[in-house]
Nanobody
Framework: QVLLAESGGGSVQAGESLVLACAGSGQMFSDYAVAWFRQAPGKEREFVAVVTWSGGAQRYADSVKGRFRIWRHNGENKVSLAMNSLKPEDTAIYYC???????????????WGQGTQVTVYA
């Protein structure tokens, strides 16, 4: 069993930055890939970024590449997502998720946090 808790959401102006954090508990957290997904009102949940269990590799959605960065904190059950140059279209609930990495789909991840709201004003 892995429990996940997101923090760091908020409301910002376009062009500003936020850092989201995902705190994980459970023996398997350090063995799992950790990803961020987001869901905007009326839209499906979509992949944002993922980091491997070792922290050695990351992948990003094209829409955030070059603006967002994901990383694991060594020795801590924590993964962060730095979001720079935020745009109104980044507005969504951001979810942290973890599992053995098998793909970029929602169904590929079993463990999910409750989400944190990010709102970007134009």
């Amino acid at each position: 069993q892995v429990l996940l808790a997101e923090s760091g959401g908020g409301s910002v102006q376009a062009g500003e930055s936020l850092v989201l954090a995902c705190a994980g508990s459970g023996q398997m957290f350090s063995d799992y890939a950790v990803a961020w997904f987001r869901q905007a009102p009326g839209k499906e949940r979509e992949f944002v970024a993922v980091v491997t269990w070792s922290g050695g590799a990351q992948r990003y959605a094209d829409s955030v590449k070059g603006r967002f960065r994901i990383w694991r904190h060594n020795g801590e059950n924590k993964v962060s997502l730095a979001m720079n140059s935020l745009k109104p279209e980044d507005t969504a609930i951001y979810y942290c998720t973890a599992d053995s990495f098998t793909g970029y789909e929602v169904a590929a991840f079993a463990y999910w946090g409750q989400g944190t709201q990010v709102t970007v004003y134009a």
